[in-house]
């Protein structure tokens, strides 16, 4: 992994099978590279769990769209994406208590943004608030 940049995308050269470099700062955000060499700039992310279908989409071409404005635009993607959880839970009448942004481990074994909800009793509410620090996860708002 690397951060997107003109030089990280220019340097990605084409394979036999389309390949991917995913962006080490915003998680979700990357670029395709097809086997003609077509360079895509796209989002990916899965809600629902480890079962759920993911999710990609094309942000546009490398050329017309420079690094730094595909990744303005995955910001709002992903924002979107996460405006559009929060609608769906509220109407439920669920709260979002934690929410944390970042690059975490988990057990999926892809690049892209991860929802998990858990039901919280007090006492795991306050043990997910405490101050830690770990290789998985760095919670220091305590």
Do not use: C
Not at 59 to 73: F, L, N, Q, Y
Not at 85 to 92: D, K, P, S, T, Y
């Amino acid at each position: 992994m690397a951060r997107i940049s003109k030089r990280s995308v220019d340097a990605a050269k084409p394979k036999a099978k389309d390949t991917y470099l995913w962006d080490d700062e915003l998680a979700g955000f990357g670029l395709k590279v097809t086997p003609t060499g077509r360079k895509v700039y796209l989002v990916q992310y899965r809600v629902g769990g480890r079962k759920a279908r993911t999710r990609r989409v094309t942000i546009g071409p490398h050329g017309s769209v420079t690094p730094d404005a595909a990744r303005v635009e995955a910001k709002r993607l992903l924002g979107q994406v996460a405006a559009s959880i929060a609608e769906v839970l509220g109407r439920r009448k669920l709260d979002i208590r934690h929410t944390y942004v970042g690059n975490y481990f988990t057990s999926l074994e892809m690049m892209g943004v991860t929802l998990t909800m858990i039901r919280l009793d007090g006492e795991l509410d306050r043990l997910l608030a405490y101050p830690a620090r770990s290789l998985g996860l760095t919670n220091l708002k305590g």
